[in-house]
């Protein structure tokens, strides 16, 4: 008899292998466990906190020569190795800060202590952590705001490595030539640093939910946003890059819907809001279809309010008004009143459908020359730490 490998009996069937489950009379493939780290890599984290601390430095050593050859031969003890320093670095592969999520603590070596023979004790290796551009970094006792990483390659001392202590050959004098005192090293640095990422765009979308905002972007670019039929469908920011030809492109951030009340925690809150502060320009999409039950001018008047309850920089941003799903506006009411209230306002009004595709090489035109006629804002000056240029402090030399 052959042995039937891993089988076994089912409400009467022969099941071979395993990953099986029954149900009645039928047989099943279990669905697949779901991948944690495909999970994670889905996530969008814009605030963290990380506690740093530079390495100690090294003790002094105190030591004697004695050989043979060299009677008296005087203190020996070498000097302890300079502390590890930690600092963060801006790079343009992460967008986000899930890796500090629950790798929160980082320190860098301490130095070697100082030996005998005058021999200097190791120095501590330095510790670069790597953030993506865009990250803010604040002083989480103060709230004192220490850095704005607003390009890549640019690098800040966040902890600085303490300062090895001295030997007790260093003490010797011609009235003291034995000295039997070394320094202990410096302690170091710690600090508690709170990270804010602050996405850098050109463009922000911002509109009530479900008026279209992601389905433009996927529209305009290469992003792919998750798109459905209700609201807040978009729950993180997405970048995307809209090129009218190969040397004129902008960046376009979609934010998650915002509703009245929202500066009061409603629905998502105005938290993702911050992500506009760095854009130069805003699309304000309305809903103009027939079935969206709401007034076109009421709604910008809305999104407005919420823009100034959480920034007055952000609401005074120039921006564009742009009148989406114009191809579901049916008799087209909405539309003519908004048509109204902008001629009113004095501003333009762009009306487009993502769906068919009309109006958008006008929009993309128009905010290319919106953004042409908007200088770019200068680089933020830090509060504290190192120039903007890339730091060059060797480690151990404060």
């Known amino acids: 008899m052959i042995p039937c490998p891993a089988a076994f009996i089912v409400s009467g069937h022969l099941a071979l292998g395993f990953g099986f489950r029954a149900s009645q009379d039928r047989i099943s493939p279990e669905p697949p466990a779901p991948n944690r780290e495909s999970r994670l890599c889905n996530v969008f984290i814009d605030e963290a906190k990380i506690h740093v601390a530079a390495g100690a430095g090294g003790n002094g050593c105190v030591a004697f020569r004695r050989e043979r050859s060299v009677p008296r031969g005087g203190p020996s003890g070498g000097d302890g190795g300079h502390g590890g320093s930690v600092y963060l670095e801006s790079t343009q592969h992460l967008n986000t800060l899930l890796k500090f999520r629950y790798n929160r603590e980082f320190a860098a070596e301490r130095g070697g202590y100082g030996e005998g023979s005058n021999r200097h004790g190791q120095d501590g290796s330095d510790l670069t952590i790597q953030v993506p551009v865009g990250t803010v970094v604040f002083d989480e006792p103060t709230g004192e705001k220490v850095f704005d990483f607003d390009a890549a390659c640019r690098r800040f001392l966040a902890a600085q490595g303490g300062r090895g202590g001295r030997g007790n050959a260093r003490f010797a004098t011609s009235t003291h030539q034995a000295p039997r005192k070394a320094e202990p090293g410096a302690p170091a640095e710690e600090r508690t640093l709170r990270l804010e990422l602050k996405l850098l765009a050109d463009v922000g979308l911002v509109g009530f939910p479900n008026v279209g905002k992601s389905t433009l972007i996927s529209r305009l670019s290469a992003a792919r946003p998750r798109i459905a039929d209700y609201p807040f469908t978009t729950l993180e920011p997405h970048l995307g890059v809209v090129a009218l030809d190969p040397e004129r492109t902008f960046v376009m951030t979609d934010l998650p819907g915002l ?28 809903d103009v279809a027939e079935q969206s039950g709401r007034d076109p001018v009421d709604d910008y008047r809305v999104i407005l309010k919420e823009l100034e309850s959480f920034s007055l920089t952000v609401a005074s941003k120039p921006m564009l008004l742009v009148a989406s799903r114009v191809d579901a506006a049916g008799e087209g009411y909405r539309l003519i009143a908004l048509r109204e209230f902008c001629r009113e306002l004095g501003k333009p009004l762009y009306e487009i459908s993502s769906v068919t595709g009309e109006g958008l090489g006008e929009l993309k035109q128009a905010t290319w020359a919106m953004l042409e006629q908007i200088p770019r804002p200068s680089p933020v000056p830090s509060g504290a730490g190192p120039s903007p240029e890339t730091d060059t402090t060797a480690a151990g030399e404060p």
Do not use: D
Request: glycine letters at 14%; zero cysteines.
């Open 259 to 286: 509703i009245a009340g929202a500066h009061l925690g409603r629905g998502l809150g105005t938290r993702f809001l911050k992500h506009v502060e760095r854009t130069r320009l805003l699309l304000h999409l309305i």
